[in-house]
């Protein structure tokens, strides 16, 4: 049974820093894409950046965080993290990662994978 187990989230100041992590379990972690999302309150879930095993882990960012967040992955402990730097009140939201398990995904932002989900991590910036 494929699992996504999503942790980091809190509370920060604006301009702050955090770490999200998405835990996978239940598949071999050699073909997948990885995405985060997030939703806040009456607004619909964005997608935020993907990552594809394929490739050579090809990354996709939303212009909303580009070169403020990074995702990253580690295979020894089936772990894709979003690394969170400048954080803004507008990233106030839940944060989700989803997971679609395929060798040839390629995360650009016309698709996102969302197969499998996690259950949410709430992610809180202070103003």
């Known amino acids: 049974e494929v699992q996504l187990v999503e942790s980091g989230g809190g509370l920060v100041q604006a301009g702050g820093s955090l770490r999200l992590s998405c835990a996978a379990s239940?598949?071999?972690?050699?073909?997948?894409?990885i995405g985060w999302f997030r939703q806040a309150p009456g607004k619909e879930r964005e997608g935020v950046s993907c990552i594809s095993s394929s490739y050579g882990g090809n990354t996709y960012y939303a212009d909303s965080v580009k070169g403020r967040f990074t995702i990253s992955s580690d295979n020894a402990k089936t772990t894709v993290y979003l690394q969170m730097n400048s954080l803004k009140p507008e990233d106030t939201a839940v944060y989700y990662c989803a997971a679609t398990l395929s060798q040839y995904y390629v995360c650009s932002g016309y698709g996102w994978p969302q197969d499998y989900w996690g259950q949410g991590t709430q992610v809180t910036v202070s103003s």
């Open positions: 239940g598949f071999t972690f050699d073909d997948y894409a």
